[in-house]
């Protein structure tokens, strides 16, 4: 590696780590809506040059997280001015204490559209998409058994993705981001159980199939059931934890 280019990966690494540590203080509220911070400021917290902090405002900006304002300086803007969807925001708010509220409000959204998408599944899923679902809840089923946790999230995720894409709704087909970041928050944050209750996998079963048996109202109400049973086992498992 030349000297430029390990200077350039250098400034890259330290711009991905002050764009995480300002991202993670104003989605968990450190930095409260309202708050006007300069770019000196921010250089002499975090010790890195103006030109590092002057990248990471511009893509927070992006994110609609901040706004510049001339002769002030930085200006946290409030959530209602986030760009949720993004999976970086929602990455930083899982990884806030704003986390439970995060999953609440995902799952509902989830709740919303993922019905929907497996009930036109049912009618509009190609024959191959239809049996892949099924050879995919046999392997998450096993891997539930087996309590392979990382298994289990990756085959998840895979498995409502292509009940997604199966819809034949692009706009449902674009959400996979955000049930893969829910999926793995719940995951990594201890917020699903080592094994998973028979009741979800077979409701996945029953998903998959009445897919390929083009049972349109018995995969809406299999996948609304799943997203109430998450709900439930969220809710269960957040509030046996010890406040922190």
């Known amino acids: 590696m030349t000297q430029e280019s390990g200077a350039t ?6 711009h991905g780590r002050l764009l995480d540590q300002l991202g993670l203080a ?3 509220r450190q930095l409260a809506t309202g708050t006007i911070v300069t770019i000196e400021e921010i250089e002499n917290q975090y010790e890195v040059s103006r030109s590092v902090v002057r990248e990471a405002v ?14 002030m300086g930085v200006y946290v803007l409030p959530p209602e001015k986030w ?5 970086q925001i929602i990455r930083w708010r899982l990884a806030s204490s704003a986390r439970i509220t995060q999953l609440r409000s995902l799952t509902e ?10 009930r036109l599944a049912a009618i ?9 679902l099924m050879g995919l809840v046999g392997r998450l089923w096993a891997a539930g058994e087996a309590g392979d946790q990382e298994l289990f999230l990756s085959l998840d995720i895979e498995f409502h993705r292509l009940v997604l894409a199966s819809s034949g709704n692009e706009m449902f087909g674009k959400l996979t981001s955000l049930v893969s970041e829910v ?19 077979q409701l996945h079963v029953d998903v998959a199939s ?27 498992i957040w509030e046996s934890q010890p406040a922190s």
Not at 58 to 71: N, W
Not at 83 to 87: G, I, M, R
Not at 109 to 118: G, H, K
Not at 212 to 235: F, K, N, W
Request: positive net charge.
């Open 9 to 14: 990966a250098s400034k890259r690494g330290l």
């Open 26 to 28: 104003i989605c968990g």
């Open 58 to 71: 511009r893509v927070l900006e992006s994110m609609g997280l901040v706004a510049s304002r001339r002769r």
């Open 83 to 87: 760009n949720l969807y993004d999976p």
């Open 109 to 118: 959204l989830r709740t919303a559209i993922e019905p929907e998408a497996a």
């Open 124 to 132: 509009r899923a190609p024959l191959t998409d239809a049996s892949d």
């Open 183 to 201: 999926l793995t928050g719940r995951t990594h944050y201890g917020l699903m159980p080592v094994h998973p209750h028979r009741e979800a996998m």
């Open 210 to 236: 009445a897919i390929q048996r083009g049972a349109a109202d018995v995969a809406q109400e299999s996948m609304l059931r799943i997203m109430q049973q998450t709900m439930s086992e969220m809710s269960s």
